[in-house]
């Protein structure tokens, strides 16, 4: 269906690849990505707000779902580790990135062609990884909610937020239940914010993109860091207007991602 662009570099046998190069950034190279993902959305806006619209829908049936189940209660923390997945969603946008930076014709059949052809690759072991993590930050939530506020139930999701505010024992647990959630973000965060793109880029093992990913934040762990601050304040103004304000958000996040990978990770020639 479309071209494969996506091969390691020519004359590097993939077992004795040497490992990424990663530069140090700073906070203006963020900066930049973030105009540069700004310009990319703007150029192509159909790709991004597609994509956005199908993620909103998506979070708006979780939240749906937990509210048919009669577990209101899990509404916000399956909102929020919703947006743990939002890596997923994004590698079509960094497909648009790629292809507008390379002057590559952009078509939904190429797209979503490269969409489908990351099923059978390194991209596919993130999914574990992910998952794992979502299935932590939900395990957490049942398990302070046990400990802080014992096994009651909730009638609805008003009644959950007024014993959650009105409590001690609601208190206590929305600060610890946030403190471990930040931690998991910040882990996840590290292990995919540049793994994502260079999977899709080239071809590596997921062991690889974790390591590299890891590195690039703990070589430039403030403007990195800056950037998940960025990243968790905008998805949560995002996720509160009932997920609509990820049709606009989330193509111009995924867009400077692909960007701050670039500014992040060397290019790999031929030898």
């Known amino acids: 269906m479309t071209e494969n662009t996506h091969t390691p570099a020519e004359g590097i046998e993939p077992s004795h690849r040497p490992m990424p190069t990663v530069r140090q950034i700073t906070t203006n190279d963020v900066v930049d990505a973030l105009a540069a993902g700004i310009r990319d959305f703007r150029k192509a806006p159909v790709y991004g707000l597609v994509i956005g619209a199908f993620y909103a829908v998506g979070g708006l049936l979780i939240i749906l779902t937990a509210s048919a189940l ?17 890596p997923f969603a994004a590698v079509g946008l960094y497909e648009v990135s790629r292809r507008q930076e390379i002057g ?11 969409m489908w052809d990351q099923k059978g690759r390194e991209l596919s072991w993130m999914a574990f990884v992910v998952l794992f993590v979502q ?30 505010f009105g409590t001690p024992e609601g208190l206590m647990f929305l600060a610890i239940g946030h403190v471990v959630g930040a931690i998991l973000s910040v882990v996840l965060f590290s292990l ?4 994502f793109p260079l999977l899709l880029e ?8 974790m390591i590299t990913s890891v590195k690039a934040v703990v070589t430039s762990p403030v403007p990195m860091i800056g950037w998940a601050a960025i990243v968790t304040v905008t998805l949560i103004l995002s996720i509160a207007p009932g997920f609509l304000g990820l049709i606009v ?8 991602t692909w960007h701050l990978y670039r500014k992040c990770v060397e290019p790999e020639h031929a030898a």
């Open 104 to 114: 590559a014709p952009l078509s939904w059949s190429a797209i979503l062609g490269t």
């Open 202 to 209: 080239q071809d590596r093992d997921f062991i690889t993109a």
């Open 135 to 164: 299935i932590m930050w939900m395990y957490q939530v049942r398990l302070l909610l046990a400990v802080f506020m014992g096994f009651q139930s909730f009638a609805s999701f008003g009644e959950f937020v007024s014993e959650i």
């Open 70 to 86: 009669g577990m209101t209660y899990l509404s916000y923390p399956l909102a929020a580790g919703f947006a743990l997945i939002g």
């Open 192 to 195: 995919t914010v540049i793994s």
């Open 249 to 256: 958000t989330l193509p111009v996040l995924g867009h400077t």
